[in-house]
């Protein structure tokens, strides 16, 4: 089975190294050393006081820092389409709820068109309950509804030749939408999350799944993301519809480390370790890696893209 592997920009456009420069240059650096995919996070606003729980974090605490940049990630991707040729660029992930879903459908098909259908989707429901009341929003407890329909909705505007849609939360009729995006039927939406309610979202509207694992208390290490795929597979079945049509993704922070076998976490160690445990979760049925790579600096975080390319890429791609 190939497999393919991206990597996760959010250094670049969240932070202190946040940046044009930071971001054209991972963003290039990944699609030299042959990278399928970059990706970028989203938030809007980062509220002062947060007490809803980050689920990547074992405490709960959010990483944001309000007085860092985050760049808006529809920006970033326009920006993308623009200083890469060949390299695929997705949202890790879109939240949903946030945006008006006409306005977005637009957004996301003017990218795919000018990126010459290089655009994934990346789908979430969001966590922050602070953002969703400082843009404005009463949704928050309603947003896996909400996700569900406008994705739901994004097909149409972007498959109908004359769409018609009437939702509970958005309704549309009697409009244009073009131009249509370059991938048919539409970009590929891959859903975060693994949630029995996500997993069931990516069976039923997804194209793809797409967790995040070993982040502490989200580990999802190889049994119990073996567990979380077995009941993914019996949703799409019940959901009539194949496994094929369901691409399987990971997404992990990887370090190059020297610590002892005994006290080695997955995905860390030298790079035939590394290669190791990828292809453990490979066996499980990913198709897609996508990593967050360790690096203080931009030019750090070139280097851990060189050495994985170099060191751990051929360990991976052969049969």
């Known amino acids: 089975m190939a497999v393919t592997v991206g990597c996760v920009l959010t ?92 306005f977005t459908a637009k957004i996301l098909a003017t990218i795919d068109v000018l990126s010459g259908g290089r655009l994934t989707l990346g789908a979430g429901v969001g966590w922050m309950e602070e953002e969703f009341h400082a843009l404005g929003l009463d949704s928050y407890h309603e ?4 996700t569900d329909e406008y994705l739901r909705l994004f097909k149409e505007l972007w498959v109908a030749e004359q769409p018609e849609f009437q939702g509970k939360y958005f309704q549309v009729s009697a409009v244009g939408f073009a131009p249509k995006p370059v991938q048919r039927p539409h970009p590929p939406i891959w859903t975060g999350g693994h949630s029995d309610r996500a997993l069931k979202r990516a069976a039923v509207l997804a194209d793809g799944w797409m967790p995040i694992g070993l982040r502490p208390p989200t580990l999802l290490q190889p049994k119990e993301f073996g567990e979380k795929l077995a009941r993914l597979r019996t949703l799409i079945h019940q959901a009539g519809r194949s496994q094929a049509d369901v691409t399987v993704s990971f997404t992990a922070p990887i370090s190059f480390t020297r610590a002892p076998a005994e006290s080695r976490r997955l995905l860390t160690g030298d790079p035939e370790q590394i290669a190791d445990d990828m292809r453990q979760y490979r066996s499980l049925g990913v198709e897609n890696f996508n990593l967050n790579l360790p690096g203080n600096s931009i030019r750090e975080q070139q280097a851990s893209m060189e050495r994985f390319a170099s060191d751990v890429m051929p360990l991976i791609s052969t049969a």
């Open 11 to 102: 250094p670049a456009m969240a932070g202190p190294l946040a940046g044009a420069a930071s971001i054209r240059d991972l963003a290039q650096a990944a699609e030299d050393l042959n990278f399928d995919s970059v990706w970028v996070a989203d938030h809007i606003v980062i509220p002062h006081r947060v007490t809803s729980s980050y689920p990547y974090d074992a405490g709960g605490d959010s990483p944001f820092d309000p007085g860092q940049p985050f760049y808006e990630p529809l920006s970033v991707l326009n920006f993308l389409a623009g200083c890469t040729e060949r390299i695929r660029i997705g949202t890790h992930v879109l939240i949903i709820p946030y945006r008006n879903p006409l």
């Open 143 to 146: 947003r896996g509804a909400i």
